[in-house]
């Protein structure tokens, strides 16, 4: 069974930091693209930022401000957020998928996480 934990939201002031994890289990972590993505209150949820291998992507909005990453040996993925801005206040999730390209472009991926608040305070 695959699952998908995210952990690491709360409250920030905005400039603030946070580290968002994600730990899976159940798959071959290494093989897999990951996303994370988020949605606000009243809005669809969108994409963030992917990582497959050593490329990362990121939506225009957290580009120079979010770090994706992953480690391997840990079945974790991480989305290290800094200069916070109220903005990114959401419900962040992780997800999987062998496709790249259905994480950057879809919102089917094959395994989702539960979510983890994010709020951010002016």
């Known amino acids: 069974q695959v699952q998908l934990v995210e952990s690491g939201g709360g409250l920030a002031q905005a400039g603030g930091s946070l580290r968002l994890s994600c730990a899976t289990s159940?798959?071959?972590?290494?093989?897999?693209?990951m996303g994370w993505f988020r949605q606000a209150p009243g809005k669809e949820r969108e994409f963030v930022a992917a990582?497959?291998?050593?490329?990362?992507y990121y939506v225009d909005s957290v580009k120079g401000r979010f770090t994706i990453s992953r480690d391997n040996t840990r079945n974790t993925m991480y989305l290290q957020m800094n200069s916070l801005k109220p903005e990114d206040t959401a419900v962040y999730y992780c997800?999987?998928?062998?496709?790249?390209?259905?994480?950057?472009?879809?919102?089917?991926?094959?395994?989702w996480g539960q979510g983890t608040q994010v709020t951010v305070s002016s």
């Open positions: 990582i497959r291998g050593a490329y990362a």
């Open positions: 159940g798959l071959t972590f290494s093989r897999y693209a």
């Open positions: 997800a999987a998928d062998d496709s790249l390209a259905t994480i950057t472009s879809s919102l089917r991926s094959a395994y």
